[in-house]
């Protein structure tokens, strides 16, 4: 059988028309101009997102938790432990007593560091009576110079009298004995003013002896009251150290009322304590922690965007979700706002000043209070929440 004719392959036409110009504009055009479009949408969200976020009327987020104020009560003495008054998740007041420390050490110290106040004390007024006492031995030795004074006034007195008669027994000797050269007088006459001469003149050294004796007890009470008064400084002396002593010694009572007092642990506030790390008999030391409180106060701390933060002022209002009771709204306020990103306040903040860098949105914290509702007292701290702020115009 002959093979059949094999027909020539004619080359493909490339239209020219109209029609072609449509097809490679649907080819290549619509999609390079999708992609324009696409890349100015994309271009233009990233610059103006951050604007467009920032200046919306509300700012919502999920970054969100109940805070509160957990104390971890510690221990200030060591001791053992008497007796715990509260259960693990117990409500208590201000002032209730949470834990108990044997205390007999403590009051034993107590009653001695009383004793020493009362001995500072005593030792305080028998100084003061000595002190008294060093007075009226002064005022004694005064009285004395007075008294030598007087006896040197009348001593003198007495020596110039006698010093006068003296003189006129001399003369009245000389007299008598010229008279008796020439006759004109008795031997008797004579003889009675050499007596009289020497009585007068006997009489003159008493006086004096007695003036030396005056000015000798004179010096003598000047010594005494040289060294009463010495004697006095130094009680003085005596008298404020034994004061400083019982400064010391009410400082030591003091530390001895704080000690005792620190036996107890005392709830600070209204709250509820946490779960219980003592027993009953358990040697704990300065430190030890014994148990959490948590005040009954709430507030909420949302973690905003930096981004959100434009406009967002304190006094906003703010309407909190809390994960735990859905379908409810509490209402807020904006308290505070952190002064710097949350990061900062991190165990170890970041550091991008060398090494590649990635920017990262970073989130700042923001306190906001709660008003005050049934569902308020319920909240405990950490559950999650959601706030929205409304931003005031």
Request: net charge neutral.
């Amino acid at each position: 059988m002959a093979a059949a004719p094999v027909s020539p392959v004619s080359p493909t036409r490339v239209e020219h028309g109209p029609s072609g110009l449509k097809a490679t504009w649907q080819k290549y055009g619509i999609p390079i101009l999708v992609l324009l479009l696409a890349t100015a949408v994309i271009v233009t969200l990233t610059r103006n997102w951050n604007t467009w976020e920032g200046s919306a009327s509300e700012q919502v987020t999920n970054d969100a938790f109940v805070r509160g104020d957990l104390t971890p009560l510690s221990t200030k003495v060591p001791g053992l432990v008497r007796e715990v008054k509260v259960g693990d998740y117990q409500q208590v007041h201000k002032g209730d007593v949470l834990l108990r420390l044997e205390d007999e050490d403590y009051k034993a110290q107590l009653a001695q560091a009383e004793a020493a106040v009362e001995a500072a004390k005593a030792a305080i007024v028998n100084n003061r009576r000595q002190g008294s006492l060093q007075d009226s031995r002064i005022d004694r030795a005064a009285a004395g110079i007075d008294q030598a004074n007087a006896q040197i006034a009348a001593a003198q007195a007495g020596k110039e009298a006698v010093q006068a008669d003296v003189l006129r027994t001399q003369e009245e000797r000389t007299r008598q004995e010229a008279l008796l050269n020439t006759h004109s007088t008795t031997q008797q006459k004579v003889e009675t003013a050499i007596a009289d001469e020497r009585r007068l003149a006997a009489q003159a050294a008493s006086r004096e002896a007695d003036l030396t004796q005056a000015r000798t007890f004179l010096h003598s009470n000047e010594l005494a009251v040289e060294a009463e008064k010495r004697s006095k400084s130094v009680l003085e002396s005596q008298g404020m150290q034994l004061l400083a002593d019982l400064h010391a010694k009410q400082a030591g009572l003091a530390v001895a009322q704080v000690n005792l007092g620190y036996t107890k642990i005392l709830a600070p506030a209204d709250g509820t304590v946490g779960e219980r790390q003592v027993r009953t008999g358990q040697l704990v030391s300065p430190g030890t922690q014994v148990i959490t409180f948590v005040e009954n106060t709430r507030w909420v701390q949302a973690n905003f965007r930096e981004t959100q933060l434009t406009n967002i002022r304190i006094g906003d209002t703010a309407e909190i979700r809390i994960d735990v009771y859905p379908g409810q709204v509490i209402q807020g306020k904006v308290l505070q706002i952190a002064p710097a990103s949350g990061s900062q306040f991190a165990l170890l903040p970041p550091d991008n000043a060398t090494g590649n860098f990635t920017k990262v949105v970073q989130r700042v914290p923001v306190k906001i209070s709660l008003d005050s509702s049934a569902l308020t007292s319920e909240l405990r701290p950490g559950l999650s929440a959601v706030v929205k702020v409304r931003i005031r115009k």
